[in-house]
C-alpha cells in the first residue's frame, strides 16, 4: 500500500527540540517533492516547509524559518523535520505530504500525522 | 488569520447543492492554480480537487472546483452524508513563497 507514516511526536517542555519522521512505502520516494504541513487544535492547515527530491532545495514559512530544519534520506525512504526552540503556539498535529509531482503544490498523499505538544 | 478567506460553515439537506468560495489575492488565487482538500474529522486531508477543476482518481463527479479572478469556488452536488467534513483550499503564494490554506469550510448535512 502506498503510504506516508509520520513518528516522533509527543510533549515537549517550551524552548526544546524534537525530530519528526516520515516513512515512506511503495513509492518511489527519492523521485518526489516533499512537505510538513500542521494543524493546531481546532484550527486550518498550516504550510511549514518543503524539500525538493534531491534535498538540494528548501523552503520554509516565517513562522518556523530559523528554528525548524527540513531533511530527507532517500536511500531510506525517509523526510525529517528537527525543530528547535519550540513554543507553546507550535502545539499542533504534523502530517508529511507528498507533492503531486505536476508542479501546481497539490499534495496527493499524506500521512495520518503525528501530534507534538508544546507545554510545561 | 489565514491568507484565503472562506466562510466557516455551509449546510444542505441531503440532495441538495452547497458551495463553498475562497477568496485570495493577485499573489496567491489569481496567479496560481487552486487546490481543494477534504478533511473528515480526526483524519489526514485528501486531495479533492487540482489546478482549480481537475478530481483525481477515485473522487466522485458530484465534487467540482472552478476559479475567476481572485476567487476559487467548490461545489458539491447531490449532498451525500459522506460529505461531512471540513474542506480547505490552497494555492501557491508568490509573495509568501510557500503554499497557503484557507481557514476551513465545515460541510454540514443537515
Known amino acids: 500500500e502506498v503510504r506516508l507514516v509520520e513518528t516522533g511526536g509527543g510533549l515537549v517542555q517550551p524552548g526544546g527540540s524534537l525530530r519528526l519522521s516520515c516513512e515512506g512505502s511503495?513509492?518511489?520516494?527519492?523521485?518526489?517533492?516533499m512537505n510538513w504541513v500542521r494543524q493546531a487544535p481546532g484550527k486550518g492547515l498550516e504550510w511549514i516547509s518543503y524539500?525538493?527530491?534531491?534535498?538540494?532545495?528548501?523552503n520554509y514559512a516565517d513562522s518556523v524559518k530559523g528554528r525548524f530544519t527540513i531533511s530527507r534520506d532517500n536511500a531510506k525512504s525517509a523526510l525529517y523535520l528537527e525543530m528547535n526552540s519550540l513554543r507553546v503556539e507550535d502545539s499542533a498535529v504534523y502530517f508529511c505530504?507528498?507533492?503531486?509531482?505536476?508542479?501546481?503544490?497539490?499534495?496527493?498523499?499524506w500521512g495520518q500525522g503525528t501530534k507534538v505538544t508544546v507545554s510545561s | 488569520q489565514s491568507v484565503l478567506t472562506q466562510p466557516p460553515s455551509v449546510s444542505g439537506a441531503p440532495g441538495q447543492s452547497v458551495s463553498i468560495s475562497c477568496s485570495g489575492s493577485?499573489?496567491?488565487?489569481?496567479?496560481?492554480?487552486v487546490n481543494w482538500y477534504q478533511q473528515i474529522p480526526g483524519g489526514a486531508p485528501r486531495l479533492l480537487i487540482y489546478?482549480?477543476?481537475k478530481r483525481p482518481s477515485g473522487v466522485p463527479d458530484r465534487f467540482s472546483g472552478s476559479k475567476s479572478g481572485i476567487t476559487a469556488s467548490l461545489a458539491i452536488s447531490g449532498l451525500q452524508s459522506e460529505d461531512e467534513a471540513d474542506y480547505f483550499c490552497?494555492?501557491?503564494?508568490?509573495?509568501?513563497?510557500?503554499?497557503?490554506f484557507g481557514g476551513g469550510t465545515k460541510v454540514t448535512v443537515l
Open positions: 489546478s482549480n477543476n
Open positions: 493577485s499573489a496567491n488565487v489569481q496567479g496560481n492554480v
Open positions: 524539500i525538493s527530491s534531491s534535498g538540494g532545495v528548501k
Open positions: 490552497a494555492a501557491r503564494d508568490d509573495r509568501l513563497k510557500g503554499v497557503v
Open positions: 505530504a507528498r507533492d503531486s509531482g505536476l508542479l501546481i503544490d497539490a499534495f496527493n498523499l
Open positions: 511503495e513509492f518511489p520516494f527519492s523521485s518526489y517533492e
